[in-house]
Structures are given as structure tokens and as C-alpha cells.
């Protein structure tokens, strides 16, 4: 034990550099070092081991302290995503908070109200238009075509019904193929996000609208059934052309409500939303119908129908729409809307009006135009037409404002004021009934000059002495011209006032011939008051305006109307034009068993063409041109106006008993001509005074009935309108002492 434990000789340090055994500090030294490769070489060349190789291993190093190979490198891949989702769904809960929190509070979110609709019905109760922002009213989901909502859900929100506003899996299948095919291919938006968006949001795609969808999402879910949100989509939905709501749409593609869509026509409609201005009918039905096929296959997957409907739908000529809505109701539709804030101020809730219009009249005037302007337009230049229809009151039974509503929205009938040149000439003959004339009154068909006028006959052609009612009939301008001036012009414009005309007139000598502008419907209805009797025919189409819930907003007034003719006038008068039917400028309007009045109208250069008359039973009027004033090819108002004037008024008379025309019979006109001086000299120089037809020089070659009153004055102050001895006196309201011709006595004239 003493021998084991003696010690060994001491060693003093040496800091000499070249000496090896002074004193070395290594790494094994260190409290935390470990020992080096080199320090384990050297104790292995003194002890002769060699040192115990590591368990762990150079790649055990590198693989970390836990395991090697693919499992430890799927084991931090699930720890580093489980970390990832952990910070990303604090991330998206941060922001939903933050978004949220600049949205209002929920307890004010409250569905905004519909636009205002505005539901037009025909006199039997029909509707034939919606006017308003969204284009149709808002029908409840049981009411509409059960194929509208099938055909939605199948291709929007297959999960409609078992979601609670957003669709876990549909988001997902959708970000899926959009990854796959490197574009957006499909929307992961439900029905009810697709309403939050509609109804609150805009439509610009940012984060923070995403997340407000989906906030008012769950708030719809919560606070609403899916039946209600459901009607809520479809009710305001964009459908294209302008139309939102399941209604407008049908409407406006099918011509149809939307509780009679077929089949094939909900799967047009689910088929727009996916792009409603891109895949419109009316802009690109072979787009639209492949689209609506697919429909049809989302429904077959789903088990909503069969293979044999889906080939029944299939089998369907595609809807062809036009770019506009189509239909002459439509020109009422726009009439309607114009005056309704007149009756009721400004529209602010649902409403329905109640008109006057008759949809199978409507239908008969637009399509007898048609046929009209296609067999003859082209041929003719006429490129227009334009109708009017009223009854004994001024109600419109028929408006057609122009060829083509899809085409023009213009409305010809209403808005546009052209000269109506002859047919005029009654309002000039009626007031010179109301001083003294009558039918049978003889004026002489020769020229005539006023002031540096020369008014001229159509043909060209003088005929010497004829009676007022042959004037009428034939339309001689001169003897119109002659009776303005015994009247008196301003007596022709208010007594044309009176019975309806509101356009401004132009109260000199050419008023005659009808050079005043007024609208085709202020004329028709002027001539009204012949076909009633003398009685104001005041034109309207609403008759009632109610809410939606029945109350009465509005209702006219126009049953009781003040006389505005003296019904011996009116006799005498309907006498006269029922002649221009029967032997003169208008016997292309003729009617088999029917009685029938009226006037054509042509203005200078062919550029209008007029046909107003009526029956017992209707006034129409019938207006042919180009919008342009461009000139028609000898189109005159006895042609083309008074053929289409027959055929629509046959057709509108079908299966009515005829009668008589008032004044026609049982009242009958009186032939004396009261307040004329008659003497001996009277008659000789009535007979004999009258200047040769060559003492005025000829008047300018008039292409039509009424030539242009131009040159010189026609105001009296300037001398305008003095005539020549033989013409007549201008007078005021009493009658005017004239010369007369032995006929005249004889006859009563």
C-alpha cells in the first residue's frame, strides 16, 4: 500500500517556448469543453486504447435529437403546419375582428327596401308592364315556376338548404379546380353570401369585402329561413339587360310572368348569373343556351328531373331577345310613367295602375303596321307609322308609337309634333259652321292670293263653284283658305283649342292648311268631340292609381266633360267627313256595314301622311313618315294612313253591331245661313263680280295639299292677310255680311 500510494517526483514549471512538457491547457481542461479529436489521439498513443466511437454518429447530428429519415421529416412538417394554422387563424380572427369592427353595429343592420315598383295594368285586369329600378315586381317564392329555384340552387348552391351562409365545401372544391386550371374557374360564394353582397356591399373584390360577406352571411342565416333568403335572391338578382328579379327577367326574355316559366327557360335564367351582361339572349343566345344546358345537367346530377325532360328542355328552339324590351304596350308603359308623377307625386312604394288600354286593340294596331310598313315601306320610303285609338271619353284604347319599340323607344304618337296638314281643314269648317255657315254654302274653287300667298290645290286643278261639304270632300285648299279668312284665323285656333288641339298655333291665313305642329294624340282626340256628340274628349290612359295593399291614390275625372260643339254643328259636320269617306280623299278607309268620318292629311313634299276618322265606335288616328322629315314616295294621307286605318278599325269592330254616326241620323243639320244680307244686287255681283281664274299669277307647284305658306307677312298689321274682293272678310265672332250666288238662296247656302 505505501509502495502504491508514494508520489510522484515534482516538476516545476519551465516557461520555456521549446520545451514540450511545460503546462498545456486543452479543451478537456474547460468546465464545458469537450474533449478534442486531437487530445483523444494523444491519450490513445499513451494508453494504447483506442477511444469509444459515439452511439449518435455523424448523421445522427445532423438529423437532430430525435429520429432520422422521411418520419422525422413528416413529423415537423405537421408540427411547423400545426404552428402555421395556430398564427394564421389568429391572423384571420384578427382580421374579421378588425373589419368588423368597422362595419355598424349588428343590431342596426336591417334589409334595405326594394326599389319601388310601378305594376301597369290593361283595362281587363291585365298587366303588360313594370316600371321601376328593378323592372318587375317582387313575387313570392310559392307563386313562381318551382323549376326557377331548382335551377338556381343546382348550379349556384347545390348545399343550399345544409350550410349555414358559407359552404365549407364548396370553398374548398372551388379553390381546388381554380389552383388546378391557374384561373378562376368556379365561385365559392352561396346564395346567401351572393345576397349579402347585393344587398349591402359593393362589388369590388377586396379583403375586407370578403370578410363583411361572410359576417352578413352568418347574420342572414341567423335571422332569416333559407325560404325567405332564397325569394330574397331571386327577387333581386341581376339577370341582365337591365332586368333584376326573377320577374323583369321573365319578362323581359319570355314576354311572360315569371310563374309560367317553362323548364328550359329557368335554366336559361340560373344561367345568367354567372355572367348576366356576357351570356343575355338578347346578346348572345347560342352563349345562353349552351349555358342553359349546363344547367340541365347540374339538375339531372342532383335527381331534380329526369333524362327525358332534360331532352324535352333540350329539344326548345334557343330564346331568341331582343336588345330592348318588344311591344307597342310599352310606348303606354312609358306614357303612364310620364304622367304619373303629375297624379301622384313622386313614387316612393309598390304601386299598380289601372289604364285604359286594351291589349287585344294594342295588339291588333302594332301588328297592322307592321304588315303595312314590310309590304309597302320600302317601295313607299316609309320607314315609320305611328296610331292612336281613343274613345267617346279621350280614353287610349290602342298606342303604337312607332315601328319598332326594341328598336326606337321614341314615341311617335306622343312626342312628336308634326304639321297634319288637310286633316286640319275641320277645325277651319266647324268654326265657320259656328258663324253662319253650312254644307251646302257655295264658295268658288279658284286661285287665290293673301297677301303674297297663293295656296294651291293639290291637283292642281280648279272646279269652279262648289258647296262646302264637296270642298271638304275633295280637300280644296283655296276654299279652306277662303273660309279662314271670313272667320277670322284666331277663331280657327280657339275653337281647335276648345275641342283639344294644346299645341301652340300659328294664328295666320296657312293655319287652313295645317301648318301648326301638334301631336298624332292631341288630334285624334280633338276629333273626339264629333264622334260624341260635342263633348270634351280630354285624353287619358291611367284611370286608377293604388297601392299594393288597395288604397286609392288617384282616380280620373273625366266622366262628366263640358260640351265644347253645338250638336247641330256636329251633325252637319259628321255629314260633311262621312262625304270625304264616301266619294272623296278618303275612300280607302271605308268599312263594310259601318259608317264611317274622317279626314286625311299630307304635308309639303310627301314628308307626313295623316288618315284621322272615326265610328260610332272609336277614333283612330294613322300617322306614315320618316323620323328624318325626309320625303316618302307620293305617300298621301288617303293611301297608305287610310288602308292601315281600315284594316286596324275592321278587326277593332269585329263581332260589334253597327250604328249610326251622331248627327247622321234622327238630328239633321240645318241648311239656312243666317245674318246673310241677300239682295238683288248681292246675287249679280255674287254670280258675275268674280275675277277671271288668270288675273293672279300662278302659284309656286305644290307636291302635296298643302303648300308652303312663305313670303310676306301674315300678320294683319302688315297687310298679310287682306284678300282679294272675291275671298271674304276677315271677322271676329259675328257673322260677316258676304256675297252671295243665286244658288245660295236657292239652296239655303
Not at 349588428?106 to 290593361?122: C, D, H, Q
Not at 283595362?123 to 308592364?129: K, N, W
Amino acid at each position: 500500500m505505501a509502495g502504491k500510494s508514494r508520489s510522484r517526483p515534482r516538476i516545476d514549471p519551465s516557461f520555456s517556448s521549446g520545451d514540450d512538457d511545460g503546462i498545456r491547457v486543452d479543451a478537456s481542461d474547460r468546465v464545458s469543453g469537450r474533449p478534442s479529436t486531437k487530445t483523444a489521439a494523444s491519450r490513445k498513443a499513451k494508453s494504447g486504447k483506442a477511444p469509444r466511437r459515439s452511439l449518435k454518429g455523424r448523421g445522427g447530428r445532423r438529423g437532430g435529437g430525435g429520429g432520422g429519415g422521411l418520419f422525422g421529416f413528416v413529423r415537423s412538417l405537421v408540427y411547423w403546419c400545426i404552428v402555421a394554422g395556430i398564427w394564421g387563424a389568429m391572423g384571420v380572427g384578427g382580421l374579421v375582428l378588425y373589419y368588423g369592427s368597422r362595419m355598424p353595429n349588428a343590431t342596426s343592420w336591417s334589409i334595405p327596401e326594394r326599389p319601388p315598383n310601378v305594376k301597369i295594368l290593361a283595362v281587363d285586369g291585365d298587366t303588360f308592364a313594370n316600371r321601376g329600378a328593378t323592372g318587375g315586381e317582387a313575387i313570392a317564392l310559392e307563386d313562381m315556376s318551382p323549376f326557377i329555384p331548382q335551377a338556381v340552387m343546382a348550379i349556384e348552391d347545390r348545399r343550399f338548404y345544409s350550410h349555414f351562409g358559407v359552404d365549407p365545401l364548396g370553398l374548398a372544391r372551388a379553390v381546388f379546380a381554380n389552383v388546378t386550371s391557374g384561373r378562376m374557374v368556379q365561385g365559392g360564394s352561396t346564395l346567401t353570401q351572393q345576397l349579402a353582397k347585393n344587398l349591402f356591399l359593393s362589388p369590388e373584390r377586396t379583403l375586407e369585402r370578403k370578410v363583411q360577406e361572410v359576417l352578413l352571411a352568418f347574420w342572414l342565416e341567423q335571422k332569416y329561413s333559407k325560404d325567405q333568403i332564397l325569394a330574397m335572391y331571386l327577387n333581386r338578382v341581376f339577370f341582365g339587360s337591365n332586368a333584376y328579379g326573377v320577374e323583369a327577367a321573365s319578362q323581359r326574355y319570355f314576354n311572360k310572368s315569371a310563374r309560367d316559366v317553362n323548364l328550359g327557360e329557368a335554366a336559361l335564367l340560373a344561367g345568367l348569373l354567372k355572367a348576366p351582361s356576357r351570356l343575355s339572349p338578347a346578346r348572345d343566345p347560342k352563349a345562353a343556351e349552351a349555358r342553359a344546358q349546363v344547367v340541365l345537367g347540374a339538375m339531372r346530377e342532383e335527381g331534380l328531373i329526369t333524362d327525358d325532360e332534360v331532352k324535352t328542355a333540350m329539344s326548345q328552339p334557343p330564346t331568341k331577345a331582343k336588345s330592348f324590351w318588344s311591344g307597342a304596350q310599352y310606348y303606354a308603359a312609358d306614357l303612364v310613367m310620364d304622367q304619373l308623377p303629375g297624379l301622384v307625386g313622386t313614387v316612393k312604394q309598390d304601386l299598380v295602375v289601372e289604364t285604359t288600354l286594351d291589349l287585344d286593340l294594342e295588339k291588333k294596331a302594332e301588328t297592322t303596321l307592321a304588315a303595312i310598313l314590310k309590304e309597302s315601306g320600302t317601295k313607299s320610303r316609309a320607314s315609320q307609322a305611328a296610331l292612336v285609338s281613343v274613345d267617346a271619353t279621350g280614353a287610349i284604347r290602342a298606342l303604337v308609337g312607332g315601328r319598332d319599340y326594341a328598336d326606337s323607344q321614341f314615341d311617335r304618337a306622343v312626342k312628336a309634333k308634326r304639321q297634319p296638314g288637310s286633316a286640319f281643314k275641320p277645325f277651319v269648317y266647324a268654326a265657320a259652321m259656328e258663324i253662319g255657315r253650312t254644307p251646302m254654302s257655295i264658295r268658288n274653287d279658284a286661285p287665290v292670293r293673301i297677301g303674297k300667298w297663293t295656296p294651291e290645290n293639290y291637283d292642281q286643278k280648279y272646279r269652279g263653284e262648289v258647296s262646302l261639304a264637296d270642298a271638304l270632300a275633295n280637300s280644296l285648299n283655296t276654299i279652306a283658305a277662303q273660309l279662314v279668312m271670313e272667320v277670322g284665323p284666331p277663331q280657327v285656333a280657339k275653337l281647335a283649342h276648345r275641342l283639344g288641339i294644346e299645341s301652340e298655333l300659328q294664328a295666320n291665313a296657312s293655319i287652313a292648311l295645317g301648318t301648326s305642329e301638334v301631336s298624332l294624340l292631341e288630334l285624334t282626340s280633338a276629333y273626339a268631340p264629333f264622334m260624341n256628340g260635342g263633348f270634351k274628349a280630354t285624353p287619358h290612359i291611367v284611370k286608377r292609381v293604388l297601392t299594393t295593399e288597395g288604397k286609392v291614390l288617384y282616380e280620373n275625372t273625366y266622366d262628366n266633360p263640358p260640351r265644347v260643339l253645338d250638336p247641330e254643328i256636329v251633325s252637319e259636320m259628321n255629314q260633311m267627313m262621312v262625304g270625304v269617306v264616301e266619294r272623296g280623299t278618303g275612300k280607302n278607309a271605308k268599312l263594310k256595314g259601318w259608317q264611317v268620318a274622317g279626314k286625311s292629311g299630307t304635308t309639303q313634299s310627301f314628308r307626313d301622311a295623316l288618315f284621322v276618322g272615326f265610328t260610332s265606335n272609336l277614333t283612330t288616328g294613322v300617322w306614315f313618315g320618316n323620323d328624318d322629315g325626309t320625303s316618302m314616295k307620293k305617300v298621301t294621307g288617303g293611301g297608305l294612313p287610310a288602308k292601315a286605318w281600315a284594316t286596324y278599325m275592321a278587326e277593332a269592330h269585329e263581332g260589334l253591331t253597327p250604328s249610326p254616326i251622331f248627327g247622321t241620323k234622327g238630328i239633321q243639320p240645318s241648311f239656312e245661313d243666317p245674318g246673310i244680307q241677300r239682295t238683288i244686287g248681292d246675287v249679280i255681283s255674287g254670280a258675275f263680280g268674280r275675277k277671271p281664274a288668270d288675273v293672279y299669277p300662278d302659284a309656286p307647284v305644290a307636291d302635296a295639299e298643302m303648300p308652303p305658306a312663305q313670303g310676306g307677312s301674315m300678320d294683319a298689321a302688315d297687310g298679310g292677310l287682306v284678300p282679294p274682293a272675291d275671298v271674304g272678310q276677315t271677322t271676329g265672332a259675328t257673322p260677316p255680311t258676304r256675297r252671295t250666288t243665286l244658288f245660295d238662296i236657292l239652296t239655303g247656302g
